[in-house]
């Protein structure tokens, strides 16, 4: 199935199985996912399996500050890539379609990812 790594943040390095469920992302301490976040709404992000396309799906729950989905901004249900970036507050999640035996395996996986996407600075040429 798919997982949820909190990649920036507090929880950084926590990862939540999805399953084929709906799964509500916030501050609320009655969530699966809360996230102590005062830029995060109380019930902020929901993320739900499709039964009929198969897909995952991203909701913004009328949070105040929104929900970024690789830097965009999303207005309506919108369906979630593998190693897709989402910003809700100032916390970033790591949405991947892999799931995972443990901690470790999930946070090999995060390392991975940020490599890959890890800005590199070049040395100025000489003028």
């Not at 949820?4 to 939540?16: H, P």
């Not at 509500?24 to 019930?43: C, F, M, N, W, Y």
């Amino acid at each position: 199935m798919a997982s949820i790594i909190i990649q920036t943040g507090q929880r950084q390095g926590d990862y939540y199985p999805l399953g084929q469920r709906t799964t509500i992302i916030g501050r609320d301490e009655a969530l699966t996912v809360q996230i102590k976040d005062p830029h995060i709404s109380r019930k902020h992000l929901k993320i739900r399996y499709d039964t009929e396309s198969k897909d995952y799906k991203a909701t913004d729950l009328n949070s105040t500050n929104g929900v970024l989905i690789n830097g965009n901004k999303i207005q309506v249900e919108t369906t979630l890539c593998d190693d897709d970036l989402i910003t809700i507050g100032l916390t970033t999640l790591l949405f991947t379609l892999r799931d995972f035996d443990d901690a470790k395996s999930a946070l090999h996986h995060l390392k991975t990812i940020g490599e890959r996407t890890r800005i590199t600075m070049y040395p100025k040429k000489p003028m």
